[in-house]
T-cell receptor, first 116, second 116 residues
Framework: GAVVSQHPSRVICKSGTSVKIECRSL??????MFWYRQFPKQSLMLMAT?????????EQGVEKDKFLINHASLTLSTLTVTSAHPEDSSFYIC????????????FGPGTRLTVT | AQSVTQLDSHVSVSEGTPVLLRCNYS??????LFWYVQHPNKGLQLLLK??????LVKGINGFEAEFKKSETSFHLTKPSAHMSDAAEYFC??????????????FGIGTKLQVIP
């Protein structure tokens, strides 16, 4: 149980275009989902926390107009990178937390974004 | 405020010898502590977690970690390394019980190399 999927696993897009990444909790309802970014040989940096049905909370330094997060249902959150630039190339990982207050996070397999 | 320091960016061991990956933490609250493993281009898999129960925590794949409050440490150990253990390992801290109440802060990671 507690499986989180991400789609796509890899995406290449041209500079200036937008790309959407989906995060799904497959066998549980996730009231909270998290989006992380990981640069090569570095740790995960939390970008934003999204709660179902409300606006995402962005970490300091993360542009909310560039990284659009939608958590429209209890099993799906999406991250849209708008007007992508090569410096947005990174590994994006989502995680999901079930409804219980003290439950742990379950991580997706990640999405490798390359902007050319 | 909370933080994690992984003392070694790279650890190399011979197959069959013990593994020690070091982690020190700082937290304003009673922390929950985690170790995750990440294989190349994959998401994070939880190895084990400490949430204020027994201080010696046993995880998957033969790993264990001991919470030492006096030393603010949560080192990861395994008696005998296997080739499949070669991966990146992340220590993480959360300020609340179960890791779900507060956001999780990750260390920079330790790359474990296992030599045949």
């Amino acid at each position: 149980g507690a499986v989180v999927s991400q789609h796509p696993s890899r995406v290449i897009c041209k500079s200036g275009t937008s790309v959407k990444i989906e995060c799904r909790s497959l066998d549980f309802q996730a009231t909270t989902m998290f989006w992380y970014r990981q640069f090569p040989k570095q740790s995960l940096m939390l970008m934003a926390t999204s709660n179902e049905g409300s606006k995402a909370t962005y970490e300091q330094g993360v542009e909310k107009d560039k990284f659009l997060i939608n958590h429209a249902s209890l099993t799906l959150s999406t991250l849209t990178v708008t007007s992508a630039h090569p410096e947005d190339s990174s590994f994006y990982i989502c995680s999901a937390r079930p409804g219980q207050v003290f439950s742990e996070q379950y991580f997706g397999p990640g999405t490798r974004l390359t902007v050319t | 405020a909370q933080s994690v320091t992984q003392l070694d960016s790279h650890v190399s061991v011979s197959e069959g010898t013990p593994v020690l990956l070091r982690c020190n933490y700082s937290s304003s609250y009673s922390p929950s502590l985690f170790w995750y493993v990440q294989h190349p281009n994959k998401g994070l898999q939880l190895l084990l977690k400490y949430t204020s129960a027994a201080t010696l925590v046993k995880g998957i794949n033969g790993f264990e970690a001991e919470f030492k409050k006096s030393e603010t440490s949560f080192h990861l150990t395994k008696p005998s390394a296997h080739m499949s253990d070669a991966a990146e390992y992340f220590c993480a801290v959360s300020g609340g019980r179960g890791g779900g109440y507060q956001k999780v802060t990750f260390g920079i990671g330790t790359k474990l190399q296992v030599i045949p």
